[in-house]
């Protein structure tokens, strides 16, 4: 299956997995890269510049195919020093670079002069607009339906993909959501050149996280993620626990006028205590909708061969028999292969 994407990133298959803090290690990036799709690194869980280095070494020493690393651009009072990190990017060898958050502007210079291809994630038309505007090569465009964050327009895909489809000249990738050949092939009938999954990849057993994550996820139902921070206009996403009541609660009892001091605890530093203890109620953790599609804990290899055997499968079986005068019968149950 070749598209902009693939031809864009030197990958076999329409497939990049996302930056997730605290699971974006180089034993999960290297993973998806081998199996045929774009691994990213997650920058900023490296604590320093030169970590990330002996992350991207690390990575490299694991395989020959390309991969990138995710930068989110965070307001804050004391800002990580990100041309630092880019640096170690680029003397890194790292030919792909996924940003987020706020506007990638004053580092698109930096990196494309190194020959770095920059994919900025997006949640509104309006913003991918910006990002091509800027000359990033492709950006990923979030529904909202994603976990982490979803922007406050609250878009679902199936109306923002062929929007973005409409108004866009550069590459995209379709976000939130995405989980198996099914999303895979709508994604591509809405417009999309291929698919960023996250909360997917978290529950494979190359990913990095401890099992109580995982089980979590593997119970979830897509009725059992939350969006807390509304009142701040920082939404998340996020998997239905303990905290992520509380943090409602005090929403609720705040009436809307809450402070990020008032939440710190629930929601400030949380991660290393979830993912890599499997402390699951420690805190509020991002978690898409797309839990209710996740049924195993198959190997990257596995799951990425899955989607992509089912995808021509759902083509060749499914959609051509919708043709008149086909020959093929549409098949009435498309359920994922096991």
């Not at 993973?31 to 490296?46: D, K, R």
Request: glycine share 10%; charged share 25%.
């Amino acid at each position: 299956m070749r598209t902009r994407i693939t031809e864009l990133l030197g990958i076999e298959h329409p497939i990049v997995q996302g930056g997730m803090h605290y699971v974006g290690f180089a034993e999960l990036a290297a993973a998806v890269s081998n199996a045929g799709g774009l691994g990213i690194i997650t920058g900023l869980t490296q604590k320093t510049p030169e970590l990330l280095a002996k992350e991207i070494a690390r990575c490299r020493e694991m395989t020959d195919k390309p991969f990138g690393v995710n930068m989110s651009l965070l307001p804050s009072f004391n800002p990580p020093p990100y041309m630092e990190y880019i640096r170690a990017i680029i003397e890194g060898g790292v030919k792909v670079v996924e940003t987020a958050g706020s506007n990638p502007e004053r580092y698109i210079a930096s990196l494309k002069s190194a020959n770095v291809t920059v994919i900025h994630k997006c949640t509104s038309v309006r913003h991918s607009l910006k990002a091509e505007q800027l000359g990033c090569d492709a950006v990923s465009v979030d529904g909202f339906e994603c976990g982490g964050h979803p922007g406050e327009d609250d878009i679902p895909n199936m109306i923002l993909l062929p929007r973005a489809a409409e108004e866009l000249t550069i590459p995209f990738l379709a976000s939130g959501g995405m989980a198996d050949a099914r999303s895979l092939i709508a994604a591509l009938a809405l417009g999309a050149d291929g698919i960023n999954m996250g909360t997917r990849f978290m529950a494979t057993k190359e990913a990095p996280i401890h099992e109580n994550v995982k089980q979590a996820l593997l119970a979830a139902t897509e009725l059992d993620t939350r969006l807390v921070m509304r009142p701040l206009r920082n939404t998340v996403r996020v998997l239905k626990n303990k905290a992520a009541n509380k943090v409602l609660e005090i929403e609720k009892e705040r009436m809307g006028a809450v402070t990020i001091d008032e939440l710190h605890e629930h929601v400030g530093g949380v991660y290393p205590k979830v993912m890599l203890d499997g402390l699951v109620d420690r805190g509020v953790w991002s978690c898409g909708m797309v839990a209710g599609l996740i049924h195993d804990i198959p190997t990257v290899k596995e799951l990425v061969d899955r989607i992509m055997i089912d995808a021509e499968r759902l083509v060749r079986e499914r959609l051509e028999g919708f043709l008149q005068g086909s020959s093929t019968k549409p098949a009435t149950n498309m359920e994922p292969v096991a």
